[in-house]
């Protein structure tokens, strides 16, 4: 793996058992803070109000007896043992899962797809399928339908990730909090609860945009203080008070439970549900750790941590049926450490939280980079730890929400709630997405696929059903949350497909481009000229807009396509592609950069260098294949001079060295593998593949240039690579100009009225009140030309 992506974890090798322990320690404070908090308000969320604790502690012992089952069934033995096996060359979450079943099957509704990409070393594809998986590969392919209800399913999951984002730290900070009401009087604790919920909340929020790696150094080791915590707190419980607790631990008590508490029981369901909050970050920071390491930690600390805790809980309320306080966690406590026990929560709670919107950062700018988000400012925290990102404007709004949520519900009962439904979404989404991994990744007969998704579903859709119970006292937040975010995702990413739909059907031909001269009034002027397109291949509209307004372009013309590609991460070796726009004498090339779904793109300066890098190296190869196809024959020049990229190639230029000397590594197209996908165009000899392609043998090739001998490197480039290259390099030094689109979507006549709304509407409001494409790409204002485009779609 590459270390420069945080990839401390290589598969292929057995790490000592010192690295590992180290990993898991570490992820402690990432991974397992908001798990780790969730004794702090489940009896109480249960106890709320459904039922009560009689005399016979049936109600207790049932609680506990689904509290550990639950735990588990779901964090350990579907999360920890199959669900981390189904990352992403390491990464986990929703868009992991999404992003390896489309690399299986054609179900992505993303644009612009090549053959060039499932070329890359991340692109990895397991052996070939069983005849049942394709089948079902068969079915969900032809039915493109499902395409767009799985994408839609997607964004669910996203939806409530983000919503749980809101209302983690809400139920944490509060639920800690909430034990100040053992060290002051009922009618000061009801006052000040809130406002120090509030302050603790907004500090949180406003201590983002240092990143978690300032403080990270603390997180783990709060954690582990606060699992030695309960853990001891609750052996305490168990020795001091009811030994005889762990036979509550039989699944008969379940049904005893069931049995005398009936519906109320069943409602009940949604405070237990809580002790498993936190479990999908397990998968979703995977990629920061490795699966040894967070199978470990949970496995020999958290979990016992966790069961020992809610023991010890039953075990003291087994004995204490009338109290002064409400049943919650400090309860239990002795009153010698309440002080530091509460100190101690609040940290913990803190964590939990911290952790929590990282992750909620995190999916978010997945979600951009998958076309699925309106684009947003993303700033990266640590130039060494990969992934710690900060959104502005989402930590903003999540911090108003939460206090919103804080001050509007003022109780644990309904913020957990909303919380229980989010978290049982999610991992419902989780357990559809695993099954289809099953199937189409690990090449599994579809039998034990719906055996996963039965047995781990009904778990859940029982938890889910006693949620929606409590739509009326909370659970109406995620639901409302999650149709609004939704909502938007769908109609940006819908809107975002017809955009690239209307500029294939109306891009220009390159005998246009090649048409343009002083003929015609067209000047060259010095510089270079970077026109940003989403097209692969073609001339886009907006630059022959462009020609048409302003009668003159750039002396070197670059026409770039920056993508991302379903995988996490692209090694900067193979993230360009590169080829030439008509012949080696108009200066016209075309680039291709590829982003994984959690890679960091550049900012616009070392992007620009590198890009000339590139493409100079990209020179050198070219005149170099030249002359050994033509065996350095006296019409070499010539013909390069004359003719545009042969075969239509692009070549992946990359920055592995071979023995100290610059390597080049290329594709070649041993068959005619340019399509245009249905799409009327006409295509230029450099067109590669579009929307749905035509597998094309490849024959990869891995050369070096040794540059040590001036006689070899003058009969390898000759005099016109040589003008070629001082061509490019005195228009860099002229300088760069940033051709962009500045888009207006308007919907055809004759479409619907829930399109019209969609587009004229909701797309424009959002593309009007969010980050440019400018400040996405981080271009500066001096260097920026925006080209005004009308798209009817």
């Known amino acids: 793996m590459d270390l420069e992506h945080g990839k401390c974890w290589d598969s292929s090798k057995k790490d000592s058992w010192k690295t590992i322990l180290i990993l898991a320690y570490q992820s402690l404070g990432v991974v397992y803070g908001d798990l780790g908090i969730s004794p702090l308000y489940v009896y109480k969320s249960t106890f709320a109000e459904d039922i009560q604790h009689s005399n016979t502690n049936e109600e207790i012992f049932g609680a506990l007896s689904f509290v550990f089952w639950t735990l588990t069934l779901v964090p350990l033995f579907k999360y920890v043992f199959i669900v981390l096996r189904a990352d992403d060359n390491g990464e986990g979450g929703t868009f992991a899962l999404y992003s390896s079943i489309c690399r299986h099957a054609k179900v992505s509704l993303l644009p612009n797809r090549q053959v060039a990409d499932e070329a890359l070393s991340t692109y990895k594809l397991e052996q070939p399928p069983e005849k049942n998986s394709s089948r079902v590969k068969m079915y969900l392919e032809k039915h493109k339908f499902l395409h767009t209800a799985l994408l839609i399913l997607v964004l669910l999951g996203t939806c409530m990730v983000i919503g749980d984002g809101l209302l983690t730290p809400a139920i944490s900070v509060f639920s800690a909090v909430s034990g100040l009401e053992f060290f002051m009087s009922k009618e000061h604790h009801q006052y000040a609860v809130i406002p120090i919920t509030c302050f603790i909340i907004v500090c949180l929020f406003a201590l983002q945009h240092y990143g978690t790696h300032r403080v990270g150094f603390l997180f783990a080791p709060v954690v582990l203080i606060w699992l030695l915590c309960i853990s001891a707190l609750g052996l305490y419980n168990i020795i001091h008070w009811n030994s005889h607790v762990y036979q509550a631990l039989s699944p008969y008590y379940m049904f005893k439970f069931l049995k005398k508490t009936r519906k109320r029981g069943w409602m009940s369901l949604g405070g237990i549900l809580l002790c498993i909050t936190g479990s999908e970050a397990m998968f979703a920071d995977l990629g920061h750790f490795s699966y040894a390491a967070i199978q470990i930690a949970f496995t020999f600390l958290v979990y016992p941590a966790l069961i020992l805790a809610y023991m010890g809980q039953a075990a003291y309320l087994s004995k204490h049926h009338e109290t002064n306080y409400q049943i919650s966690f400090f309860v239990s406590v002795p009153e010698s450490v309440r002080w530091p026990v509460l100190v101690i929560a609040i940290l913990a709670s803190i964590v939990g939280s911290q952790a929590i919107i990282s992750g909620t950062f995190s999916i978010i700018n997945q979600s951009q980079s998958l076309g699925c988000f309106p684009r947003v400012k993303v700033v990266h925290t640590s130039d060494k730890i990969h992934g710690q990102i900060y959104i502005p404007e989402i930590n903003w709004l999540l911090m108003i929400l939460c206090i919103a949520v804080t001050i509007g519900f003022r109780d644990t009962k309904h913020i957990g709630n909303a919380s229980g439904l989010a978290v049982m979404t999610v991992m419902l989404v989780t357990t559809c997405l695993t099954a289809l991994v099953i199937i189409l990744c690990w090449h599994k007969p579809p039998i034990l696929a719906l055996c996963f998704l039965l047995f781990f579903g009904s778990i859940e859709l029982l938890y889910f059903s006693a949620s929606l119970t409590k739509f009326r006292e909370g659970a109406w937040l995620p639901i409302l949350l999650a149709l609004f975010l939704t909502t938007i995702m769908f109609v940006w990413h819908y809107a975002t497909i017809k955009k690239y739909e209307f500029d294939l059907h109306n891009k220009v031909s390159l005998e246009w481009l090649l048409a343009l001269g002083p003929s015609l009034g067209i000047a060259r002027v010095p510089g270079i000229g970077l026109v940003f397109t989403d097209l692969t291949s073609g001339i886009p509209a907006n630059f022959s807009r ?248």
């Open 546 to 793: 462009f020609v048409t307004n302003l009668p003159a372009f750039h002396r070197t013309l670059v026409f770039v396509c920056v993508k991302s590609v379903p995988v996490p991460h692209v090694p900067p070796a193979e993230r360009y592609l590169v080829g030439r726009v008509g012949p080696a004498a108009h200066r016209s090339y075309r680039c291709i950069v590829r982003y994984g779904y959690r890679d960091v793109h550049q900012d616009v300066d070392s992007f620009e260098s590198e890009l000339v890098d590139r493409l100079a190296d990209f020179i050198c190869y070219d005149w170099y294949k030249t002359d050994r196809t033509n065996l350095y024959t006296d019409d070499a020049v010539t013909s390069r001079s004359n003719e545009s990229t042969s075969d239509g190639r692009l070549a992946v230029i990359g920055t592995v060295s071979l023995s100290g000397a610059p390597a080049y590594e290329i594709e070649e197209t041993l068959q005619p593998a340019s399509v245009s996908g249905g799409f009327t165009s006409v295509e230029s000899v450099t067109d590669v593949i579009e929307m749905e392609p035509v597998r094309a043998v490849q024959r990869r090739v891995r050369f070096a240039i040794d540059d040590q001998s001036d006689t070899d490197a003058q009969s390898e480039i000759n005099l016109q690579s040589q003008q070629e290259l001082e061509d490019l390099f005195a228009a860099q030094q002229a300088g760069t100009a940033f051709i962009l689109g500045h888009s207006h979507v308007r919907a055809k006549q004759g479409s619907s009225l829930l399109k019209r709304l969609a587009i004229n509407f909701g797309y424009n409001f959002l593309r009007r009140n969010c980050r440019g494409p400018d400040v996405a790409l981080k271009v500066p204002p001096v260097s920026l030309l925006e080209v005004g485009m009308v798209y009817v779609v």
